[in-house]
């Protein structure tokens, strides 16, 4: 199978179930911006994170890839068929008990902390606002998308915030405050 298909030169791209959109379509936008925020999470492990942390984010990697195929599947053709594709409600607690056990290692956050650190730090915190921006872009949608993507998805910018600082404190890097 070759890598392209020229089905797309014209400015379109199939959804799951087969249905043509414009590539500047809504919904193409968000699952774009997921691709994007995945890509970001790569460059992290890249840099070499502990083991534990490269772990959590190759976790995280494939929940967006699962989150990409539902929003690439407005009509729910593919979930029921594929379970790998699916976000569920337990993605969202495995997020928050994450961010619980790793913000017990953390200072108190007192006031706004400005992005930077180390390479892994300040790229986690370019893959938070990317995270955000992809939600901004999923609420937009229309129909609305299943409540659970907004929540995981709220959930995750917590998550890159919190491994971010943790990142940056193993690394013994002090934050800047504002």
């Known amino acids: 199978m ?6 797309g030169d014209a400015g379109d791209t199939s959804l799951f179930g087969g249905a043509r959109v414009s590539k500047k379509d809504p919904r ?13 999470l790569g ?8 083991p534990a942390i490269d772990r959590e984010l190759a976790e995280l990697q494939r929940d967006l890839f ?11 053709k593919l979930a029921p068929r594929v379970t790998k594709a699916i976000i569920a409600d337990d993605h969202v607690s495995r997020l928050e008990l994450l961010i619980d056990r790793l913000e017990a290692e953390l200072p108190p ?6 992005a930077g650190g180390t390479p892994a730090g ?29 929540r995981y998805v709220n ?3 917590d998550l890159l915030f919190v491994l971010a600082r943790v990142v940056n404190h193993r690394g013994g890097v002090p934050e800047t405050e504002w």
């Open 66 to 76: 699962a989150l990409g195929a539902e929003l690439a599947d407005p009509a729910g």
């Open 122 to 150: 300040a790229a986690l915190h370019v893959a938070r606002t990317v995270c955000r921006r992809a939600e901004r872009r999923i609420v937009a949608l229309e129909p609305p998308v299943d409540p659970v993507l907004l």
């Open 155 to 157: 959930r995750l910018s």
């Open 2 to 7: 070759k890598i392209y298909t020229r089905t």
């Open 43 to 50: 460059l992290v492990r890249a840099s070499r994170v502990d």
């Open 109 to 114: 956050l007192r006031r706004f902390i400005l």
């Open 28 to 40: 193409v936008d968000a699952y774009g911006e997921v691709d994007e925020l995945n890509a970001w």
